[in-house]
């Protein structure tokens, strides 16, 4: 079996997204029809150049120091803190074993949060903040910002037949990441300054994320004591997510290697860095890491749209590839499972659906497999 | 593994397809955007209404009674003639197992060739002729008609990003009927007299269609006596195929319900009449079982465009599923193969590879999945 699904890989690369992690890239926005038959059809991604953005007025303004606290001034945004790393990724619980750890969330006016970001990663109680609210944030918190990029992306919702179900902006710096997950929308992601570092692999190399289901854990944040605490849900509750982290550390490289051979060992994720300006075509279902570069000032600031995906024929092949067992995969799947079940009892009716189908009826924010961030282990003492 | 393969037919219905055997009807033709992202990229079949062929001369021309015999005279065109059906089908091979049959082709004047397809299923001797070569025919041995039709479906054109790869003209009556098979190609195609009866099943419920390695043979009619031989190919050479007829007779029907369950067990294919003037929108990879009625001087007349398809991530997830071993489709498998052992040895380098890569370096006129006729067992003594 195992041989049957790496052929599935490879010829998905041989026949469709090429061998080599390079991802195409336009010089000048694609028509929606090119858009809809070189890209969505076939779920590839796309790199539009910034020609797709120069008219902008955010490409200018919010590079500037003082544009994004004068505009937004004290408005209240939604603030995700974390000590090194590990939210909405996976983190050592309480109780030993790995959970799906996500962040403390704090609303404090944006001012302040800008502070907090620029200075993540930095001090000895390293708190790394990140404004990342996947909750149709443009919209709302950030609406004083709204008219400073397109409402839309002409093309996609052209080729797509809708308007964007959510628009988001980020705010972070180097210090934080997006831990590999993937999102059932197509996703039209607009860096504005600094860069964004994807690696990108298709919905068919989903046996080489190694998903499985971990126990919820949440961190509380304590400004008395400047000091963070996970803690597990109770009722315990469990979340499939990615285990490969894609850049172990000195320490755990040898064993990640051993643990993740499908990931380490198979076709080279596709890669790119998305400069500002930019717009990066991430296609429904396509799992993502992402990194970034900070521009001048500390900062990266992106907005994505998030348009509904087509369940269709894909969804239902998708489906029943994840339901087939890989033999690489589920050795390492019986050894964790060992591995969480020492953290606690899970009772049958806490540990949510494995199946992508769990996720159809929910809404964008009360989605787990929204984008969500980590900080690498290595940029905090 | 059968429940998984059951899942993938069950939830590609209720995602996409529907779950009942209507085929999506428009009383206008799409527009491009509208036929990729609602049908091609989704892969979902479509009928357009009479009003997309309303402009055609062919609709008035080719149902006057003389017109095609004045305009064609006496070209040469070829004819398939087959005896009780088994032109391209399975029909029993001279040593006692199935074998694939494919017709005995002749070139004669078209008029000549009109006169015996009129005449099929008819008199003492029963021969079934049908003018189907689908090699870009109307183009070629037709090409006194081409100007009658459009030279390509306009707005599939602008959607596929192509003109048409070949576009071949259907004559025959109603003993002429085409085995399920699939084609590599998107199918538009237009009746422009009489009417087709179509079965559809999507490519998700390739296990259903049984398909196995069948020898080739060939039928030889001889003037002079005016019978058929059926000869086996020398070297023995083994072409994948459909087993399931949908239509058993009487005396089958008992067996072949219980040798293919998982056709006439599972979900009733998809079914649809297209009538004069309509087109119908056939994906690619989609098995077809195709019957016809004809017009008021017994004859039914079509042109399909096939438009080259997308080799991508949905052709990789096809040949994913077919090579997983479903229960209830291999039991059945073992003993075919048995049967066919019986019928002859085949040496290794004449099977045929049973996977569509075999077929994406060939070009139409030597494609084996091609259209094909056979003839209702039933309609001759």
């Not at 397109?150 to 980020?170: M, Q, R, S, Y």
């Amino acid at each position: 079996m195992e041989e049957k699904i790496k052929n599935v890989w490879e010829e998905t690369r041989e026949l469709s997204l090429g061998t080599t992690p390079e991802i195409p890239r336009l010089e000048t926005p694609p028509t929606p029809l090119e858009f809809l038959r070189d890209y969505v059809s076939p779920n590839k991604p796309l790199i539009v150049s910034s020609s797709a953005t120069l008219h902008w007025p955010a490409t200018t303004l919010w590079s500037s120091p003082d544009y994004l606290v004068n505009t937004l001034s004290s408005s209240p945004v939604s603030l995700h803190l974390t000590p090194s790393g590990n939210a909405d990724s996976l983190s050592p619980c309480p109780h030993s074993s790995l959970c799906f750890a996500s962040a403390h969330v704090e609303k404090l006016p944006f001012s302040e949060a800008l502070s907090k970001i620029k200075n993540s990663g930095l001090g000895e109680n390293c708190v790394v903040a990140y404004a990342q609210q996947q909750n149709d944030c443009l919209r709302e918190e950030y609406s004083a910002l709204n008219g400073d990029v397109e409402e839309d992306i002409g093309w996609a919702t052209e080729a797509l037949g809708c308007k964007p179900e959510a628009v988001n902006l980020w705010i972070g710096n180097e210090f934080s990441q997006t831990w590999f997950h993937k999102d059932h929308y197509e996703n039209l992601y607009a860096v504005v300054t600094g860069e964004k570092h994807f690696l990108l692999l298709p919905p068919t190399d989903v046996h080489r994320m190694y998903i499985r289901d971990y126990p919820a854990a949440q961190y509380h944040y304590s400004k008395d004591t400047g000091e963070f605490k996970l803690e597990l849900e109770d009722p315990i509750r469990y979340v499939p997510w990615c285990s490969v982290n894609p850049y172990p550390s000195p320490a755990t490289k040898k064993r990640d290697l051993a643990r993740f051979p499908l990931y380490f060992e198979g076709p080279k994720p596709f890669e790119c860095t998305v400069k500002a300006g930019e717009i990066l075509y991430l296609p429904s279902m396509w799992f993502h890491h992402v990194r970034q570069t900070p521009d001048s000032r500390g900062l990266t600031v992106a907005v994505n749209y998030w348009y509904d995906m087509r369940f269709d024929v894909k969804y239902a092949y998708f489906n029943f590839l994840q339901s087939i067992a890989c033999s690489g995969f589920d050795d390492v799947k019986d050894e964790e499972n060992q591995c969480l079940k020492s953290c606690d009892d899970p009772s049958a009716s806490n540990v949510e659906n494995g199946s992508d189908m769990a996720h159809l009826a929910s809404g964008y924010d009360s989605e787990v497999s929204d984008d969500v961030e980590t900080h690498d282990h290595s940029a905090c003492p």
